[in-house]
């Protein structure tokens, strides 16, 4: 591992703890005591203990929150709506409790559910766009249903890039028409990363304990590590997308966020099972254990541990001032008795460009055989022809009447180029898809077996085959590790359909989070919450918790916004295309 770099060496990045005790943040961000107890970076299992023992009530925390959105989301924007009935839910669910029955684990805890997941009650589900204002969703999206069933109590919808990214190849991550531009509670000049922008700052910012989101390629991880909280990707198919607005039946992916590991799996596990409204989740050789929550361990589990680094693209372009930071914890785990080797994906120099970067739509003009936005432009185009039919009280019927409408009301949804600082290229991406008019064609299956075949065989199973050079024994290591600044590791696991899971674990010399995330082949969930609980432990113990927002430059309100990090080569500013 590289050296920690020392502040007075003259090295140009030095590295911060991960929490900085005398920061001072607005007053406006200042969580206030709840009838004395301090929910500040409150965690689930210490929320349940509360209400177990009467100290506070589901109804007074979820007022907390609601009051806390009202106070911070002006700033924020990371909250769509609020629903009007969370308190009588939250009042009902104490009810409940009184009388002995508690349903689970989130049993009176608030919620965020990303604004592209049907709710059938007095909310809209719009994905972010004024287009389906007014809809009438047939019933609730399956994982509402399982958050409902399980006793969370959704209290709004969050803020996501608008279409979960599939209307423009260049454009702010996090904004949308109706929500508005979402900001990073780290510094609000910066970009939350998309799409699901509100449900990672909506945790981070302590606006809610726990919030869901969606990713087809960087949607769920990518938001994670720019607002430093553990995200975990399903594998396509743990989670069901019925109900979701969609863009890719072989990517998308339904996954929680939260500020601790714990926390995290949880909520997957409530959110975990089949369902007969999406066939990938009942597919078989789907794999899933009675509890995610049960492979949880600590550091101690990590002596014997093999893991892989991937260096092609991945680690030797990493950019230092980030990559600096997450060595100093591979060097704890090193310390705490794993084994970390170098390997490589095979794939990854035709996947990605030479500097690692993320870009879906590579090859997509000069090879559309091998590109994957070949494949979602055909899948976002019947998929989203097949929800609509569903709807009630809309004209939207096909992807072509939204394009019209975003045209037609140009000032507000930009839909035409350079309408809105946002969108400078309107919607080319909603057009492109609309060209396919959803036509499985010959390139279409070339590009989706090029792409899977080349992220699964030849990228990510490929690398976790290791076979030792000195004795030639071979065995399947126990997580691939990547500093995933540049997302080239969530772009290979989206188009693979494999899961990954983030913890954060520190920052940068500007004061922004970095993420060390941790992937593996398919329904290897369990594998990767074993070792993302054990690093996270860790690294509790020796760097402290998860870094905390100090929301610089609160007032601020350019768009489009900033780019997350700053390196060498960085983009100037936060647009999900590079």
């Not at 991550?173 to 910066?190: E, H, I, M, V, Y």
């Not at 954060?504 to 004061?511: H, Q, W, Y």
């Amino acid at each position: 591992m590289a050296p920690e770099p020392d502040a007075s060496s003259g090295d140009d990045f030095v590295l911060l703890p991960a929490r900085s005790a005398s920061a001072s943040i607005p007053p406006v961000f200042e969580n206030p005591k709840l009838k004395g107890h301090d929910m500040y970076e409150i965690t689930v299992s210490e929320l349940q203990q509360l209400m177990s023992t009467g100290e506070i009530s589901s109804k007074e925390y979820t007022q907390y929150c609601l009051d806390r959105i009202q106070a911070c989301n002006p700033y924020l924007e990371a909250v769509i709506e609020i629903s009007p009935d969370a308190l009588g839910i939250a009042e009902t669910l104490d009810v409940e409790r009184a009388s002995g029955k508690v349903r689970g684990p989130l049993h009176g805890t608030p919620v965020l559910v990303k604004d592209n997941m049907a709710t059938a009650d007095r909310m809209q589900t719009t994905a972010g766009s004024w287009a389906l204002l007014g809809s009438i969703v047939p019933k609730d999206a399956h994982i509402v249903a399982l958050l409902r069933e399980a006793g969370a109590v959704i209290i709004g919808k969050s803020n996501l890039d608008e279409w979960a990214g599939m209307r423009c190849s260049y454009y702010s991550t996090g904004f949308s028409a109706r929500g508005g531009q979402c900001r990073n509670p780290f510094d609000l000049t910066k970009e939350p990363s998309g799409s699901s922008s509100g449900s990672a700052v909506g945790v981070s910012a302590n606006l809610v304990p726990l919030a869901f989101g969606t990713e087809t390629d960087t949607s769920i991880i990518g938001p994670a590590l720019a607002n430093g909280v553990v995200g975990i990707k399903p594998t396509v198919g743990l989670t069901s997308r019925g109900g979701v607005i969609p863009v890719s039946e072989t990517q998308d992916s339904v996954g929680p966020f939260g500020r601790t590991v714990t926390d995290a799996v949880l909520a997957l596990d409530v959110i975990a099972g089949p369902d007969v409204d999406d066939e990938y989740s009942t597919q078989p050789g789907r794999k899933q254990p009675s509890s995610y929550f049960a492979c949880m361990t600590d550091r101690y589990s990590l002596k014997g541990a093999m893991f892989g680094l991937p260096v092609k693209r991945f680690w030797d372009v990493a950019p230092p001032p980030q990559r600096a930071v997450v060595e100093r914890v591979l060097d704890l785990i090193s310390g705490a008795g794993a084994t970390i080797v170098e390997v490589d994906m095979p794939c990854a120099e035709e996947r990605l460009h030479p500097d690692g970067r993320w870009d879906w739509e590579r090859y997509g003009e000069s090879h559309p055989e091998k590109s994957e936005i070949t494949v979602s432009k055909v899948q976002t185009y019947y998929l989203m022809e097949r929800y609509l039919s569903k709807l009630k009280n809309t004209p939207m019927r096909t992807l072509e009447d939204i394009v019209a409408y975003n045209d037609e009301n140009s000032g507000a949804e930009g839909g035409k180029p350079d309408h809105l600082p946002a969108f400078p290229y309107g919607q080319d991406l909603f057009h492109r898809c609309v060209a396919t008019k959803g036509i499985k064609d010959k390139m279409y299956y070339s590009a989706l077996h090029h792409c899977q075949t080349q992220c699964r065989d030849n990228g990510i199973d490929a690398a976790l085959h290791y076979a030792d050079s000195t004795t030639a024994e071979s065995q399947i290591l126990d997580a691939l590790l990547f500093c995933d600044i540049k997302m080239g590791g969530q772009c290979i696991a989206a188009q693979a359909g494999y899961p990954i899971i983030s913890v954060p674990v520190g920052l940068d010399p500007d004061g922004m989070p970095v993420s060390l995330t941790l992937q593996h082949t398919a329904w290897e969930e369990a594998r990767l919450v074993k070792w993302a609980s054990a690093i996270e432990d860790l690294v509790l113990l020796e760097m402290g918790p998860r870094p905390t927002p100090t929301f610089k430059n609160h007032l601020r309100k350019n768009v489009p916004v900033e780019y997350a990090w700053k390196y060498p080569g960085a983009p100037e500013w936060g647009s999900s295309r590079v």
